[in-house]
């Protein structure tokens, strides 16, 4: 009977995960879809390029050698089936004679296929913020570091509980990443955008903002809408396993305050722009309908709906804010990445204090700070030894041009551009 339970719950515990896994990997159509509806038209074929690329590379590097780093073992080299880091055979063997305790079992190769996706996500964020002047192979190439190292190493100090780099052991509590997938992605950005430099004609020479609007305004919204409905699993497949009463209630509340908090920040930052603009820019609202994702990813659990709407609603608010400041400071990201995925990710580290007694300031405050200087700094080193390698940002004529001839040779929307390649219509 007990050995019954056990294999019961291992299969609802597994597909569980494996659904939940499926719709966070839908999420990279989401960023496609968003990335591409907020870039220029002579860029898109670029942007979709990249995005399609980080995620299989993405899923090479964790299976070579990035979840060894994250969790030990290399089961997936040797092909060893394993129920977390348990041989099934034996754990079931075990649940036969000692009776089974309800803690979370499932299938080795889901929780790898579960965890490969939140890399493929935090790779996403450096897309969008380095888009319409960065050298595709470039982007490929620091997606093979990024995937394999530097982010797995910051997912073993955090999920994995390993120490960092033997130095000292974090305590801090991250739900499903507000700082181990979303800051790690924004500091990656950023160390990629300041490397780059602004796109020509962003910033005027003196000191003026250039607004570059993006090309497909429906399709930034449909990847919006895509990522909200991934965002489900990425938080809900975080509680790990689905069995029981008291775990199926925490899912649901979960998916309540997960939502509740997109709702919050999508109205929040609507407002503000109202405020600040005298319009309702649609690009600030779904900004901030994802910074209220972001903001409550690091503890979906414990809020009450109304407090998770609070939450996601100052993240909404916050990302106004800082899509602004980044642009008095030059620091170009066309999609808004280093203020929804970093700002706020940083906000949604420290909102977990609210609800979650048991995390500290101090174990937050170190927690991010080690996140950010490892991630920020690998990744600085990284993409300055790409740019002497074979640079990062392709000439001032393809970006005029459009990337999408140089590094793709081919256009998103050839029907409106005439033989030569130049746009017949605004871009």
Not at 289 to 316: M, N, R
Not at 330 to 339: F, M, N, Q, T
Request: aromatic residues 12%; contains cysteine; glycine residues 12%.
């Amino acid at each position: 009977m007990e050995n019954n339970i056990f294999e019961l719950q291992y299969a609802m515990d597994t597909f569980y995960f494996l659904v939940c896994g499926a719709l966070v990997m839908w999420m990279a159509a989401g960023f496609a879809m968003l990335e591409a509806g907020l870039v220029r038209s002579k860029n898109t074929t670029e942007i979709l390029t990249k995005n399609v690329a980080l995620f299989a590379i993405a899923s090479t590097m964790y299976m070579v050698c990035g979840y060894d780093f994250m969790y030990g073992g290399g089961m997936f080299l040797s092909g060893v089936e394993t129920v977390g880091n348990l041989d099934v055979a034996g754990a079931l063997a075990a649940s036969a004679e000692n009776g089974f305790d309800g803690d979370s079992v499932y299938s080795g190769a889901s929780d790898f296929f579960f965890q490969v996706v939140f890399v493929a996500t935090a790779m996403s964020i450096v897309s969008g913020a380095v888009a319409e002047r960065m050298k595709l192979w470039a982007f490929l190439a620091f997606a093979v570091v990024m995937t394999g190292l530097i982010y797995p190493l910051e997912g073993g100090w955090t999920w994995g509980g390993n120490s960092v780099f033997g130095l000292y052991d974090l305590n801090y509590s991250d739900y499903a990443g507000s700082g181990i997938v979303h800051l790690a992605g924004a500091a990656a950005a950023l160390a990629g955008v300041l490397v780059l430099g602004p796109r020509k004609g962003k910033y005027t020479k003196d000191g003026k903002v250039r607004a570059i609007p993006g090309a497909n305004l429906p399709l930034a919204t449909l990847g919006t809408f895509i990522l909200w409905m991934g965002w489900f699993g990425f938080n809900g497949g975080s509680t790990l396993k689905l069995g029981g009463i008291a775990v199926a209630n925490e899912v649901a509340y979960v998916f309540l305050n997960t939502n509740a908090a997109a709702a919050g920040g999508l109205i929040a930052a609507l407002i503000v722009a109202r405020l600040m603009f005298g319009k309702a820019d649609l690009t600030m609202a779904l900004n901030g309908a994802l910074a209220g994702l972001v903001a409550i990813t690091a503890e979906p659990a414990d809020p009450t709906a109304l407090q998770a709407t609070l939450i996601g609603a100052a993240g909404g608010a916050l990302v106004v804010f800082s899509i602004i400041t980044m642009d008095k400071l030059k620091i170009d990201d066309p999609v808004g990445a280093i203020s929804v995925h970093g700002v706020v990710g940083i906000w949604g580290i420290f909102a977990v204090l609210i609800t979650d007694a048991d995390a500290t300031f101090g174990g937050q405050l170190v927690g991010m700070l080690t996140i950010f200087v490892w991630v920020f700094t690998a990744s600085l080193i990284t993409w300055l030894v790409i740019k002497t390698i074979m640079g990062v940002r392709v000439s001032e004529d393809e970006e005029m041009e459009g990337v999408d001839i140089s590094e793709c040779g081919q256009e998103a929307y050839p029907e409106f551009t005439s033989s030569s390649g130049v746009s017949t219509t605004p871009v």
